[in-house]
């Protein structure tokens, strides 16, 4: 029985290969896209898609099944298409909780105490030659943490942050069941309530910019920003102009608007930390992801279920 076609819509991490090579035909996606598939389009049955898959993209494979996204956000797949033509789309959720969780921590930390700084400090020779590196203008003793999401990440952040004795505090769409934190019904209530937000919400066309000059101003002068989420969620530009100004005090961001592009001007600042969307990429939880994404393909094919669809395409078993 020949083996199952599935298409590489993007370079994805090396372990989502090795863990399919075995039980799949898989296809490179071609630079000209994949209209330049051919014959090859019909064979097709499943994708693998990160970055995003369009409605176009899909219909140029007719008889695709099944969508697996390595990650835990899919906004860049067009749902509504996949629903209407039943395609599956599946996601790896909960794997990488904990490895992001850990990342949003960090960033706080090192935004609030400038470790990445002090380090440079001892390797540029500058301890020895020029003294003692200067104070912190920060801590976190004493803070009030406003989460922005508390999904199974957004949770993890604030079991992690209990231990540090901050008051913690969180906006959703609607207060969530058994949580003993504080809620508030939006964005701008827990602006004015904290110091320090986290944000932690996907990329959907609600958040958009959501994180911007009002936002940052109610954080006020010793406030931080922290987003592990989606660099859609806050306005770069506002960002900027609030730590010119001395609105804000500083950011730690794993996630930007235009990555890979990160504004110039947001390195100039001693009270900024950034990484390269970096929150999942430890070789374990990348692992585990790719497992996940072949378990999915795994079920599909041979039950006619996967194992962590997303709720926008509901799917029935195969007859």
């Given at each position: 029985m020949p083996k199952p076609v599935v298409l590489l819509s993007q370079k994805l991490n090396k372990f989502i290969e090795e863990a399919l090579a075995d039980d799949y035909e898989l296809l490179d996606m071609p630079e000209e896209g994949v209209n330049a598939l051919g014959v090859r389009a019909d064979d097709i049955r499943a994708v693998i898609a990160f970055g995003g898959f369009s409605a176009a993209q899909m219909d140029a494979l007719p008889n695709l099944e099944i969508i697996t996204c390595p990650?835990?956000?899919?906004?860049?797949?067009?749902?509504?298409?996949?629903?209407?033509?039943?395609?599956?789309?599946?996601?790896?959720?909960?794997?990488?909780?904990?490895?992001?969780?850990?990342?949003?921590?960090?960033?706080?930390?090192?935004?609030?105490?400038?470790?990445?700084?002090?380090?440079?400090?001892?390797?540029?020779?500058r301890w020895e030659r020029d003294g003692a590196f200067e104070l912190s203008p920060f801590t976190l003793k004493g803070r009030k943490v406003g989460l922005y999401g508390l999904g199974r990440i957004g949770e993890e952040i604030a079991a992690r942050l209990e231990p540090f004795k901050v008051e913690i505090s969180y906006h959703t769409r609607s207060p969530k069941k058994g949580v003993a934190y504080a809620y508030h019904p939006t964005l701008a209530s827990l602006a004015d309530a904290v110091d320090t937000l986290i944000a932690i919400v996907p990329k959907t066309d609600e958040t958009h910019k959501t994180i911007n000059a009002d936002i940052l101003k109610a954080l006020g002068p010793n406030g931080i920003l922290i987003n592990v989420g989606r660099g859609w969620t806050v306005d770069e530009d506002d960002l900027i102009a609030a730590l010119e100004a001395g609105a804000l005090g500083g950011a730690g961001l794993d996630v930007f608007y235009d990555e890979p592009h990160v504004p110039e001007k947001l390195l100039s600042f001693d009270t900024v930390s950034v990484l390269p969307h970096v929150a999942s990429a430890s070789v374990a939880t990348r692992r585990a992801m790719a497992q996940l994404v072949a378990d999915n393909l795994r079920s599909w094919f041979a039950e006619g279920r996967p194992v962590t669809p997303v709720p926008e395409t509901p799917f029935a078993p195969k007859a």
């Open positions: 990650g835990v956000g899919y906004d860049g797949i067009d749902t509504d298409h996949a629903a209407s033509r039943g395609i599956i789309i599946t996601h790896t959720p909960n794997v990488l909780n904990d490895e992001v969780a850990d990342t949003a921590v960090a960033l706080l930390l090192n935004t609030v105490r400038q470790f990445y700084f002090a380090e440079k400090w001892v390797r540029d020779g």
